[in-house]
């Protein structure tokens, strides 16, 4: 407690100090870099520099008043009580303002200039084994409520609105205060920009009398600061939520849950095979997001989280092991590639995401059902005129169609239509086992080959998905495989996200940054995949929407 006093009295000397040496023209351009010439004349007229203020913690009375004297500070009368700073100890530490006693007092000094100013003294009264000893630890620590003070000697409210503005111009963003009912005054707090000179980061404006209206556009000011901070930090934690979804995914947790009935978190670790304390953990933090809830019986799937299921009709569980898995470490690379163009998934992995995904047959699989997992894209497809005209007989051909998710709904909805599934050899084989029992192997071909070898004479042609995976070049190309293919009469359906126009939202602009940093792809606009399109020889006909920011783009030879 001695150190610890004696590290109060320390830093009191040192603001002493600080409050003889400055002056108000010398003090305001450091705590606001660039204020100079007739801007700093006219803020140095309205307000002048009046304290310095620390924050001290007294075993008791006796020790303050010693502690002063040591520093050559004398003062008359007891401590006023501090509202504002007792309570924002109280918000600070989960504490009651009953419970802090924390006074005012302001011991003048002459300074260097012939002005007497004074050092505000803040002490919380810490009797030696109290349980504040943890808040005057912290508070020692961070120095929150040290700070140099303007007092504005015409109070009036155009003019604080005015001092208010300029403090922001020039950097200083709004920090709270408060009005204190016993001295009749006003107090706005700003931190000084990150680049101030001065060795203090909290500026007060000190108002005789009650300017509560101006305050609270000041403290409106400062919430709207920590919405953004706040807004902030829950982005820059979006990794944590990505990985508690695969986690979740992975553990299986999902399927050891039900949505009618709450299951309980013993039941549920000794399932899926984890520590009870850690999965609760999760849990919790997925209730947060609306992925599960809790109830008295335990934890309960959502109907969000119940997609995370491996049985659940359009499971999106595969999404989650990928996004979880390869395409997440290759995103640590994100920086790399907008530096260098160089895809970040090969720089992670040596290769592309083709090769490297069909070395690893389980890896190759998770691919080919994490395609299909977005498959509510699909659902409206089927019901394009295109295909809902096609006369009896006429063949579709999805091209790159991986697993036969998008030719299987086509088939379902048109039992007069053939289709052929053109994919790598692997990928071939995948399809047939899900179509066959689905009743649609009799009606579909199952070619095995690259986009060079699109079958010539058919009827429909269908991209999905697949265009966003090549740089312009390898568009163009595959496109001109197409249009040598298709018949003069024959369509082209191209379902791809496509960018809009005018910037506004879309999913469209997220999986831009995705193709880039894991498959060296892009997301394009209607008007870029027009061009391409031309300089294939086919021609835009038309674009209809889809969902998940989904468009089908219908082309035809030109």
């Not at 006003?186 to 000084?192: E, G, I, L, Q, R």
């Not at 004479?457 to 496109?479: A, N, T």
Request: with cysteine; glycine share 8%; charged share 25%.
């Amino acid at each position: 407690m001695i150190t610890a006093l004696s590290g109060d009295t320390s830093r009191l000397r040192e603001t002493v100090e600080f409050v003889k040496e400055q002056d108000t023209a010398t003090l305001l351009p450091l705590l606001l870099p660039g204020l100079d010439g007739p801007e700093l004349r006219a803020l140095a007229e309205r307000c002048a520099f009046s304290h310095a203020a620390l924050l001290v913690f007294p075993p008791d009375g006796a020790a303050l008043h010693s502690a002063l004297a040591d520093c050559g500070l004398a003062v008359d009368a007891p401590p006023r009580p501090s509202v504002v700073v007792r309570e924002r100890l109280a918000v600070r530490h989960g504490r009651s303002p009953a419970d802090l006693d924390v006074g005012i007092l302001r011991p003048t000094v002459e300074c260097a200039d012939g002005a007497r100013r004074t050092v505000e003294v803040f002490a919380l009264t810490v009797p030696p084994g109290s349980d504040l000893e943890t808040v005057a630890a912290h508070e020692r620590e961070r120095q929150r409520e040290a700070h140099v003070a303007f007092e504005v000697e015409a109070p009036d409210p155009l003019v604080l609105r005015g001092l208010c503005a300029a403090f922001g111009q020039y950097g200083a963003t709004p920090d709270g205060g408060g009005y204190n009912p016993h001295e009749d005054g006003t107090v706005f707090y700003f931190t000084a920009p990150a680049e101030a000179k001065a060795c203090y980061r909290r500026v007060e404006l000190y108002v005789p009398g009650d300017h509560r209206d101006v305050l609270a556009a000041h403290l409106a000011d400062a919430h709207r600061g920590q919405q953004h901070a706040e807004t902030l930090l829950r982005l820059l934690t979006g990794a944590w939520t990505t990985q508690a979804l695969a986690a979740f995914a992975r553990l299986e947790v999902a399927d050891a849950m039900d949505r009618e009935r709450g299951v309980g978190l013993a039941d549920l670790a000794r399932e899926v095979g984890a520590l009870a304390p850690n999965l609760a953990t999760l849990l919790r933090y997925l209730t947060m997001l609306g992925v599960v809830s809790e109830d008295r019986d335990g934890f309960r799937l959502t109907d969000t989280g119940a997609l995370l299921r491996a049985d659940a009709e359009g499971s999106m569980r595969p999404l989650a092991l990928m996004y979880g898995g390869p395409f997440y470490e290759s995103f640590a690379g994100l920086g790399h590639t907008v530096r260098t163009g160089e895809v970040a998934f090969e720089r992670r992995f040596g290769e592309n995401h083709f090769d490297h995904f069909a070395r690893d047959p389980e890896l190759a699989e998770l691919f080919d059902q994490s395609m299909a997992a977005g498959a509510r894209m699909f659902d409206p497809l089927p019901a394009h005129p295109v295909l809902a005209s096609a006369p009896a007989g006429a063949t579709v051909v999805d091209i790159a169609g991986g697993n036969g998710e998008l030719l299987g709904r086509i088939l379902s909805a048109h039992p007069r239509l053939h289709g052929l599934l053109l994919e790598r050899p692997r990928t071939v084989e995948t399809a047939r086992r899900l179509l066959g029992p689905a009743g649609h192997a009799q009606r579909c071909t199952f070619l095995p080959g690259d986009f060079a070898d699109v079958p010539a004479g058919c009827d429909v042609y269908v991209l999905s998905r697949v265009l966003h995976d090549w740089d312009d070049d390898r568009c163009r190309e595959i496109l001109r495989h197409c249009a040598r293919a298709m018949p003069s009469a024959a369509d082209l359906l191209v379902v791809e996200r496509v960018l809009p126009a005018d910037g506004s939202a879309s999913l469209a602009t997220a999986w831009d940054l995705h193709m880039m940093c894991n498959v060296g792809g892009r997301e394009r606009s209607a008007a870029h995949y027009a061009r391409l399109f031309t300089e294939a020889g086919l021609t835009l006909v038309d674009r209809t929407p889809l969902p998940l920011d989904g468009t089908v783009l219908h082309a035809r030879r030109t």
